[in-house]
């Protein structure tokens, strides 16, 4: 698939793909207005090739700046970008509307705690399950890990930030799974705060409009195969 973002930004994303949606997320939570574009993954349609900096498929990829007449023509005062983490950076800087970084250093420094441990641990242990047939319940001390490091309430930090972004990314992809194949998370009550934060995240309206119903089913699908 492909994202196309007219005016101020562009960009290329898959609808399975986490990290697209995580920068979707963050798009939209800084109030940078869009347009999106469905496109194959794997096409060499020229209007995905036009605003991809490479002419290949990285997922995702980003013009910012002025965009020519046509959307595959991005012009010389465009930027374009290639790495999640760079885009949601970068849109840190562009929002709008409410800051998507804790407002403290300490704020800050817990922030990327948390996305170190969702990316170094339960991202790993998730495709292990999915990409190897790995033990379902071996995701447990990472789901465990993460809550350890919540606050009594509210998200990661407190308030939204992008660690929200890229938690709600990969849990709405693994936690239904998890949920169903996994009896020790689904009877426990030792993972309720994070269960709640999991509630959080995908009950919150921005993610409501960037989530594809289908991603699951396709999820579940290919851990059984």
Known sequence: MILIFTQICAISATQRCPWSHWVELALI??????????????????RYIGVNPKGKAQIPTIIYGKLGSQSNNPSVQSLPL?????????LVNLSTTEPLLP???????????????LTSNFIPNWNAITSLGSNPTSILPAIGALQDLLPPDGYAVGQWSIADGIAAAFLSRAIPFINDGVGPYRESEKYTRFKKYYLDLTSRENFKRTFHENVNAVVALSSKL
């Open 82 to 90: 290639t790495n999640a983490t760079v885009i949601v950076e970068f």
């Open 103 to 117: 407002a403290t250093p300490k704020g800050v420094q817990r922030m990327h705690r948390f996305i170190e441990e």
């Open 29 to 46: 939570e800084s109030g940078v207005e869009y347009k999106r574009l469905e496109v194959d993954r794997n096409s060499k349609h020229a």
